[in-house]
């Protein structure tokens, strides 16, 4: 397969959308952690035994170890796609690596906070920070109203000074409150649940009963 198929091609990168615009996008996804967990009632009897009625879904997690890079991959795979065209269609290299050198003066490296990775990790604190809900695409599922919940970002001498970072996004279940008229609750009657059931004499639980044992006491001591 030809370089520049492979390039055009790539599996789709993880991103990060909030207002329909991407926020972030990763240069690579090292490990993802798709998580759906369920949790099952129970509640104990008699005999000891545990029963159960519902199982509850969760809502689901993900995990994300990503990586972003000085080096963009937008930039490289413009320039790979220059050279394969040099290799391929010498007459046409100038105009097709135009627009991939069209590209450097955008990364300016000269100070850390111009630096695509300095620039993400900011926005990776600005969108925790905001406590707004994120959309999180990957090449696995598409999730929706999603959560900041922790992010980590580990430095070490071999890493250089890419970001590499662990998040951790929990998705919040939004239900949209319901209003309900109180006019049907200006009547006590209507809101105690109770209606219209006619004329009824007053009895009380249990008086036949006692009035039976009664007179059965009464024949035992001779007493009419």
């Not at 300016?108 to 969108?127: G, M, V």
């Not at 999180?136 to 001498?157: A, D, G, H, Q, W």
């Not at 105690?192 to 039976?212: F, I, L, M, N, V």
Request: charged residues 20%; aromatic residues 6%.
């Amino acid at each position: 397969m030809a370089l520049s198929a492979i390039l055009s091609n790539q599996k789709k990168r993880v991103q990060f959308i909030q207002g329909g615009n991407t926020v972030i996008e990763l240069d690579c996804s090292v490990r993802e952690r798709h998580n759906w967990d369920s949790h099952m009632t129970e509640f104990e009897i008699e005999n000891g035994q545990t029963i159960s009625d519902h199982i509850v879904n969760r809502p689901a997690k993900l995990e994300i170890q990503g990586i972003i890079s000085d080096a963009p991959l937008s930039l490289i795979t413009g320039l790979l796609t220059a050279a394969v065209g040099h290799f391929t269609k010498s007459a046409a290299v100038l105009g097709k690596a135009a627009p991939a050198l069209a590209l450097l003066p955008a990364f300016d490296f000269s100070s850390i906070e111009s630096r695509p990775s300095t620039k993400a990790y900011l926005q990776l604190l600005s969108l925790r920070a905001q406590k707004l809900p994120i959309d999180v695409y990957t090449s696995l599922y598409n999730y929706k109203n999603m959560f900041i919940k922790n992010i980590s970002v580990p430095r070490e001498s071999r890493t250089g000074q890419m970001l590499l970072f662990d998040i951790e996004l929990v998705q919040l279940l939004i239900v949209q409150p319901s209003t309900v008229s109180i006019v049907k609750f200006a009547d006590a009657a209507v809101s105690a649940g109770k209606g219209e059931k006619g004329q009824q004499e007053a009895t009380q639980p249990g008086s036949d009963a006692a009035a039976k044992g009664f007179k059965a006491g009464l024949g035992v001591l001779g007493v009419k």
